[in-house]
């Protein structure tokens, strides 16, 4: 099938706007990639030097809280009002780049690279850090290279604080002799695992150990939350990773991780796993065999560099097939909802924090998708049948009829609404559930809620 506009948006994009017209094809969507990213400096969001001392602040206040002076207690919840305004500002900002932004497949991917890369706050005073590492870490090398995005995840203080890197101490450094601190191998699996080979790619356990071996030395300063190399906790001698031998210089180098990092970016395996991962993200919880194998000799061919996969993807025949393979994760449905009715940035900018807190971030985690709260490192599933449940569904019709009317109150007739929001997309079944509807709250609330704005 040939490349249309509005599978361009719904597929590859969050959807359809009244305000922005959708993409013509794979060539512009590439073309608005690969150039300015405006968005990200008009909605911008708390970088990690912002977000680290107000976590430690607040920390600190609450130990100090626990002495019950009054003026303490009442510094304790200003430092944590403020850490909620700033991450649910951060919130809003994300949503209004996937409602505003000309450039949807650039915030698909940022989703997209979100889930590949989990990162989840472990501690509620960190709520800002999962955003300051995808906006860090991952937005910059979108149109890059895999490995040079494969080093900035693993040199986050994000990321480490995650996957606990700094209790992973190597058994014979320095350190690990003074302190008897041992080896944590949950970096070191799960970049195996989830980030580069995928399960089932012939790794043994002694390569995940010998990996972790490597990788310890990678650091961060709890207090200022910096990513540190340090030589005294790595572990000496060289390490054997998929048959390759790294390291063994004194002092340890991270250009020796630096080094198994590109080789694991570059094997074939490593270019299977992000082809089919992208794949099933955007087109097919089950794709199209000869669309993976494009996209993975992509890889491969342009030594990982991402545009490349991407474009493959684009200008394959099983990329524009028809829409409907897909279910739309409940953030997807919330951006894809406001960005079809069209709602200006100040009214999202307006809302009160306890209407974001309750209706917004409050409606995702009813529907089955807590904000940047994902299960476990593998991120959230990607099967539909992982989202359509009667009371995660009832979620979304309960916030589709009656959230929309409370951020636009002027609602469009429904009659015209369904096409702004689906397009030649729009079955009869929802045109008709449009035309009938009593009023416009009700019309509205019925196009957003019916399976075809569902799927995608």
Request: overall charge neutral; hydrophobic content about 45%; proline content about 8%.
């Amino acid at each position: 099938m040939s490349a249309n506009p509005t599978i361009a948006a719904i597929r590859f994009g969050f959807g359809l706007s009244p305000h922005i017209a959708p993409p013509a094809n794979a060539a512009a969507i590439m073309a608005a990639l690969l150039g300015p990213d405006p968005v990200a400096a008009t909605f911008p969001v708390a970088p990690l030097t912002e977000v680290w001392p107000l976590a430690m602040a607040e920390a600190q206040l609450r130990r100090d809280s626990k002495l019950g002076a009054p003026d303490t207690v009442a510094h304790y919840r200003a430092a944590r009002q403020q850490n909620r305004i700033m991450a649910a500002q951060g919130f809003v900002n994300i949503l209004q780049r996937a409602v505003q932004s000309p450039d949807g497949f650039r915030e698909r991917l940022q989703n997209f690279w979100s889930g590949h890369f989990t990162v989840v706050a472990k501690q509620a005073v960190f709520i800002g850090l999962p955003t300051a590492f995808a906006e860090e870490a991952l937005r910059p090398h979108l149109t890059g290279r895999f490995a040079d995005m494969l080093k900035a995840v693993v040199t986050h203080p994000g990321m480490l604080a995650y996957l606990d890197q700094n209790s992973s101490i190597g058994p014979d450094s320095r350190v690990g002799r003074r302190k008897g601190r041992g080896l944590n191998e949950n970096l070191g699996r799960e970049l195996l695992e989830l980030h580069t080979l995928g399960v089932g790619a012939g790794y043994s356990q002694t390569d995940v150990r010998q990996f972790a071996d490597l990788l310890t030395g990678l650091s961060y300063t709890p207090k200022q939350g910096q990513f540190r190399f340090d030589p005294a906790a790595a572990e000496p001698g060289a390490e054997l990773v998929l048959g390759r031998r790294y390291g063994g210089e004194q002092p340890a180098r991270l250009a020796d991780i630096f080094a198994a990092l590109e080789d694991i970016a570059h094997r074939p395996e490593t270019a299977h796993h992000i082809a089919t991962k992208l794949a099933v993200h955007f087109v097919s919880d089950t794709p199209d065999a000869g669309l993976v194998t494009a996209m993975t000799g992509a890889y491969m061919q342009s030594g990982g560099l991402l545009p490349s996969v991407y474009e493959a993807m684009l200008t394959h025949p099983a990329a524009w097939a028809s829409l409907g393979a897909k279910v739309r994760q409940p953030f997807d449905f919330m951006a894809a909802s406001l960005r079809a009715l069209g709602v200006a940035p100040e009214a999202l900018a307006g809302m009160p924090l306890v209407f974001v807190v309750r209706q917004m971030v409050g409606a995702l985690a009813r529907m089955g998708q807590p904000f940047q709260r994902a299960p476990g490192p593998n991120g959230w599933p990607e099967a539909a049948a992982a989202w359509i449940e009667p009371q995660t569904l009832a979620a979304r019709i309960q916030w589709a009829m009656a959230v929309p009317g409370r951020i636009v109150p002027d609602l469009p007739d429904p009659r015209e609404f369904v096409t702004a929001a689906l397009g030649d997309a729009a079955g009869p079944g929802v045109k008709d559930a449009a035309r009938q509807a009593e009023t416009r709250r009700e019309g509205v609330g019925l196009v957003l809620a019916s399976a075809d704005f569902n799927r995608r």
